[in-house]
């Protein structure tokens, strides 16, 4: 993400629009009095610097954007490998979208994870990693059963 601020020895400066070669504002809340285009700053807290802390997070590699919670809804469908097993095995009723709720995020080396809540309920093991977002789980069920429309050769059977 492009930065919005940066930080100097005298404060931080923010980006005032989004213009390659925009102009600069000098915001500087050190025990001094703050520029007088802003007057949010109490105690040396405010907007941009919270943002200037967000983005500092962001470039070590601290801040993480998830595209849900715990207890999102989540719309599950096979895998593609999975889907062919269960209609050569005359499993075709597992070939359907699964609605659950997540229940757990984990966080690894590698990555992320998460589990729902019927999953763990029942022990099945199964976690929806970071990678098979919009493969295999997905934010709508409108999505979830595009997939699975797509997965069928765009037949709705």
Known sequence: MERLTKRTAD???VKENYEKKSLKTLYSCYGEKPNSY????EEGYC???KLADYEDAEEQGLLLRLPCGI???VYIIPSKINYELNILSLHPE???VYHQKVA???FTEKGW???C???REYATDRILSEKMYKETWFLSKEEAEAKLKEMRGGENG
Do not use: F, Q, R
Request: with cysteine.
């Open 11 to 13: 404060g931080i400066l």
């Open 38 to 41: 802003y007057s949010n700053c």
């Open 47 to 49: 907007a941009m610097e």
């Open 71 to 73: 207890g999102s809804d």
């Open 94 to 96: 597992n070939n359907k």
């Open 104 to 106: 757990l995020i984990t």
């Open 113 to 115: 994870y998460m589990e």
């Open 117 to 119: 809540d019927k999953d």
